[in-house]
């Protein structure tokens, strides 16, 4: 499959009165074409930052690319000018962001807000664009859009908004969406709706598509393969079948655990102890060990490398390592290996 | 089943009444709520569910209906002593843990506020234990009291809101969406939480959400609304293995689980109002169609419910 996007191990770190926040520690993963890429762990793991890092939305008196690549169409973007990203952004790469309600701008007609990356990325006229704008609202499925293209963000709703939203990132054809919780704000039955809408759309344009949640039924729902990340780095990659029945770190295992499950009565939630790392001064091993009962001494002292699982699959843990004593996953885990095709719980076919 | 402990009679709630806006955002609900049981109420956004939460504990005065703590109206005129008697027992937690907590006081003040307003506290050292036990009962600890609200993550906020909901000692406790604006590791710390409080206090809940799978788990029973209706009302995992009203069974069709085999396969059922093609005049009001299983629904689906429930058998 053809790589889109390569991001070789970026480091980027904020600048505060606190000192020199390490927001992300050594990313690594490349996008394929057409696919799409979940990225998924708790607030301050770090996902906003990288994707915001690849569109360079990042403040830049405060914030710095300590080391890596991003690589797209064989130029680094961490390199370029401010003129060659306004080039690429909107056209290229595009992104939605979570809040509908702020990410339109108020006081412009949303038609106008459709055609504004359309006459600033390619060479035609003002009717022109309108057309395309109109056919995009369609696509998107907003009804009567000849008469919706004069009205102002205030007149839609949450969902209708973030489909107008969906409408601008995609009204250059970009080759990369990056969608940042964009169903977050949304009712389960409009998040639907906006999720089918974003695989049709993909099956259409055929755009590499970037998911940032915290949902991992979303993430099952809409992910070709899932990234997870912990304290600035990602823990554990690999496909969704992969991640979802076949998870290998223990911070996987957590966030697997803690979702309630539909038809199981639980006496207890499992919940994950404790907080986040604090990237102030991130701990000197694996981030996570602090917080999981699966750790050794000697994750208090190495960060672990990556071990590979398969030759999609690659987690960060030291109990992958040849040497490590073999643990059992929590039950719930256990559970979902056992549908697994050669997770060692495997119990013959799920269905 | 225990005893009652809050009835809601046909509660409505419009605003701008009179004028050309009217919203009718509640509009005549029914329910009781037992004592020790935790209700979940879910719906989409704008359905009124947290209009419904709201006027129960008289943040806006009911337009018609009544609302019942412990037989009493909650609703109408209030001297003062009986006002603080009844808020003393009813307390709400709310969504936002970033805007619910004044900025400006310290953690201490805050948790303190009601403990002062309702002089539970003999002086000032006991105040200062009181602040500092009810942070142990939250998972926090007496160091943090000194502290402001933006030195806090979510989760700790939102159990700061928690201790601040419990410090005078309350029955009932409304929680309005506690843990939507949580990271899902915190808010099964959070839900936890409420479990154990629950068990300790003997504490009832309402508990509002739009996270269906958070709510069947910490839920007893749940009432699902729609456009300020209330259209099922059922034991929670009878609703979840028998919804009967066709928006009900289109919001769990819209669930996405964490489970990619299921997602692949799962088919979502719209909801379109027009399938009941109610004649005008017809009764439609909340029948039950098996034990404690309550829908909104017409002599006619009433009837086909039961056929249904009888083939099923």
Redesign the interface.
Known sequence: MEKILQVKDLELSFHTFGGEVKAIRGVNFDLYKGETLAIVG??GSGKSVTTKSIMRLLPEATSEFKNGEILFGGRDLTKLSDKEMQKIRGKDISMIFQDPMTSLNPTMPIGRQITEPILKHQKISKDEAKKVAIDLLRLVGMPKPELRMKQYPHQFS?GQRQRIVIAIALACNPQILIADEPTTAL??????QI??LMKDLQKKIDTSIIFIT????????VADRVAVMYGGKIVEIGT??EI??NPQHPYTW???S?????DA??A??????G?PPDLLDPPKGDAFALRSEYAMKIDMEQPPPFFKVSDTHMAATWLLHPEAPAVEPPEMVIERMK?FPGSRYYEGS?N | MAEKLVEIKNLKQHFNVGKANEVKAVDGISFDIYKGETLGLVGESGCGKSTTGRSIIRLYDATDGQVLYEGESVHGKKNKKDLKKFNRKMQMIFQDPYASLNQRMKVMDIIAEGIDIHGLAKDANDRKKMVYDLLETVGLNKEHANRYPHEFSGGQRQRLGIARALAVDPDFIIADEPISALDVSIQAQVVNLLKELQEEKGLTYLFIAHDLSMVKYISDRIGVMYFGKLVELAPADELYENPMHPYTQSLLSAIPLPDPNYERNRTRKAYDPAVHNYVDGEDVKMREVSPNHFVDCSEKEFAEIQEHLAAKK
């Open positions: 708790e607030s949450g009712d389960v039955t409009i998040q639907a999720l089918e915290h949902d991992l039924g979303v993430v099952a729902n969704v079948d979802f029945y957590g966030l697997l803690s979702m309630p499950s539909m009565e639980d207890k939630l499992y919940a994950i102890p907080t549908k799920a």
